[in-house]
């Protein structure tokens, strides 16, 4: 389909809605980690929260990189450079190789130093360890299966990285508790321990039992169904050739292509890295408060990125149109792109952030049954899900900067996001409020960035976009 005619608005649907249930899955990863972890008490899901952070550096430089892969793809497609485009995709596949090789050279030596320093000690620090060191030697899967991803988006087809994020989040479904919990021993309290508990030990075959891994069980499910989902893309690419016949026997490092992705990946990855910074400090504020406090939290933003789901998707969808019209010399349709996914975000991020306000309590309850927390966890779940909503108008922006190609752009909004808003908000609400301030900082962040993104995206959309002072594969004039 030529994403350069027809009606905005049915093209961003027509791409955003299967990315929306995409990112539905690969959310419930987390998700059902958090669900089935917290059945081993609040230590457990708070060494996960914090876990996450450095987890999130894996996610952040694959949907980073993954958004220039995408930007590319797109920008040379619309300017009918189909050769570049496939050059691109497999210059892809190699970084996302050789990046996931280099995080476990480099963060599995560093994490305990790195944990340490954000507090975490004795039984907490060990769940951290045993958890996230799994999920670290899964890296070059994880980051395959993103690139993947986004090569599709590239090419426009949404639907296959659908289907990806299905299968593993099924298979994660499956191996979550049986891993954590062992087989035939999967607690009552569990959701469908009775059908698990139905489900026959291999290891039986050879006499055996196999064992209880606890919070490492929950990292091992998460990593073994990713490499499975990876053997289904690389099916569909390399036997099927889909999205497009990728000539590996021609395949060379193209220092063109790998600065041209980074252009907007690595600002990107940047900006995301420091999103998972920013939580880590955000935990180092509220570790004097407890561990509470850290569970309540860890809490707050598993609802969060619930929220962020639909403005995600809607962003995705940004990127890939914004690329395609804007490679093929059409700035009033990038216009019109921006335009409906800001309307399509706000109209579904406002419904989910509606459910949530009206049942705070009971959503915070499906993690925990500790009073404290549960307290906590709503007083600022309340206020999260009301800072959420104005996200609508933060992430489709962001996107569209990627979409254009101004990756330094998605990093200023970061730091100003992030360090500028957040931090003193969140560092200077807990001193003077307690907790409450912290909650309150959060949403305020939130509020200042969607307002500063409007306006700043508006300004380079009809002073460099419009007027034609800026070109779609190069640089400003």
């Known amino acids: 389909m030529d994403l350069t005619e027809g009606p905005v608005s049915r093209h961003l649907l027509r791409l955003a809605l299967p990315m929306i249930i995409a990112f539905i899955f690969v959310t419930s990863y987390n998700f059902i980690d958090r669900l089935f972890v917290s059945a081993l008490g609040d230590i457990a899901i708070a060494a996960v929260g914090m876990a996450f952070t450095l987890q999130m ?38 970084m996302a190789v050789l990046i996931g090789l280099s995080m476990i050279v480099i963060i599995i030596p560093s994490q305990r130093f790195i944990f340490g320093l954000m507090g975490a ?43 990806f994020s299905l299968l593993g989040t099924s298979l994660n479904l499956l191996l979550d508790p049986l891993l954590i919990f062992g087989f035939g021993r999967v607690p009552d309290g ?132 914004t690329g395609h019209n804007y490679g093929a010399g059409k700035p009033l ?25 009206a049942r705070p309590a009971a959503s915070v309850g499906l993690f925990t049954d500790s009073p404290a927390v549960l307290s906590l966890g709503t007083t600022g779940l309340l206020y999260s899900a009301l800072g959420m909503i104005s996200l609508a108008a933060y992430l489709p922006a962001v996107s569209s900067f990627q979409g254009l190609g101004l ?38 962040m939130n509020v200042l960035s969607a307002i500063v993104l409007f306006l700043w995206h508006r300004y380079i959309l009809n002073s460099k976009i419009i007027t034609g002072r800026q070109d779609p594969l190069g640089q400003s004039s």
Do not use: C
Not at 214 to 234: R, V
């Open 121 to 163: 000690e004795g039984e907490l620090l060990q769940n951290i360890l045993d958890y996230l060191t799994v999920i670290l030697w899964f890296s070059p899967v994880i980051l395959l299966t993103m690139f993947a991803g986004s090569i599709f988006q590239g090419y426009g087809d949404t639907m296959s990285p659908m289907r």
């Open 333 to 357: 349709r990038v216009k019109q792109t921006y335009r409906a996914g800001v309307g399509i975000a706000f109209a579904m991020m406002g419904s989910l952030a509606l459910l949530i306000l």
């Open 57 to 94: 550096v894996i996610y952040s430089i694959g949907s980073g990189i993954g958004a220039g892969i995408n930007s590319f793809i797109s920008r040379n497609l619309g300017a009918g450079k189909t050769d570049q485009a496939t050059n691109s995709a497999m210059n892809g596949l190699l």
């Open 190 to 321: 569990v959701p469908m321990a009775f059908l698990f508990n139905l489900i026959p030990d291999p290891a039986a075959l050879f006499g055996a039992s196999f064992p209880a891994m606890g919070i490492a069980g929950a990292a091992f499910a998460t990593g073994i169904s990713q490499a499975i989902a990876l053997l289904y893309i690389l099916w569909k690419m390399l036997l099927k050739h889909q999205p497009v016949r990728l000539p590996f026997r021609r395949l060379r490092f193209d220092l063109e292509i790998i600065l041209g992705i980074n252009k907007v990946g690595l600002p990107s990855s940047a900006g995301q890295v420091m999103t998972s910074l920013s939580r880590a400090l955000v935990f180092w504020v509220l570790a004097p408060f407890g561990p509470d406090a850290l569970a309540a939290y860890t809490i707050i933003f598993t609802f969060d990125m619930v929220v962020f789901l639909p403005a995600i998707g809607i962003s995705q969808a940004v990127t890939t149109l």
């Open 407 to 444: 990756g330094n752009q998605y990093f200023i909004a970061s730091i100003l996001r992030l360090f500028v808003f957040m931090f003193p908000m969140v560092y200077f609400g807990a001193r003077w409020l307690g907790l409450e301030g912290v909650w309150l900082g959060l949403m305020g």
